[in-house]
């Protein structure tokens, strides 16, 4: 054993550089942050969107419109929809279940039926709203409309 072939043992010597521990270590000083500054300062933190007091992108670009917050949002399923699952599933009477295992719309998402397609046969459809002319369509071929 020489002092030239010594080495530590295995997991005792980490690789993380240890700043700011006084003028021996070669990493005190400023402790690699630079001098002044607000990056310098112990506390400093920057915002997000910050641009260095350049005036930041979200309050440069000009905002307009208008986001009704009551807005009532549906998935649009229509007559023809309703018409192809009913014929594949064997159905007279179309549940919004039956809508939500189709995959037209899922749980968690409103059924809206829209008059778009026709209805060749009676079909009792259960969803969450009606235009007027899918109501009127589904009524004139015997069917109903049951609003949940």
Do not use: H, W
Request: proline share 3%; hydrophobic share 35%; aromatic share 4%.
């Amino acid at each position: 054993m020489k002092l030239n072939t010594l080495k530590p043992a295995e997991g005792s010597t980490k690789s993380r550089k240890r700043i700011g521990r006084g003028p021996g270590s070669g990493l005190g000083g400023t402790s690699t942050r630079g001098s002044k500054g607000a990056k310098s300062r112990s506390g400093y933190s920057r915002k997000i969107g910050f641009e260095g007091g350049q005036m930041p992108l979200q309050r440069l670009v000009p905002k307009f419109g208008f986001k009704n917050i009551n807005r009532v949002e549906y998935k649009a399923v229509n007559l023809d929809s309703i018409q192809a699952l009913a014929d594949r599933k064997g159905l007279d009477k179309v549940t919004r279940n039956d809508i939500v295992e189709a995959g037209l719309a899922s749980s968690k998402q409103l059924v809206k039926i829209l008059a778009c397609g026709q209805l060749t046969r009676k079909i009792d459809v259960e969803a969450n709203a009606f235009s007027k002319t899918a109501e009127a369509a589904i009524e004139a071929v015997g069917g109903t409309v049951i609003k949940l």
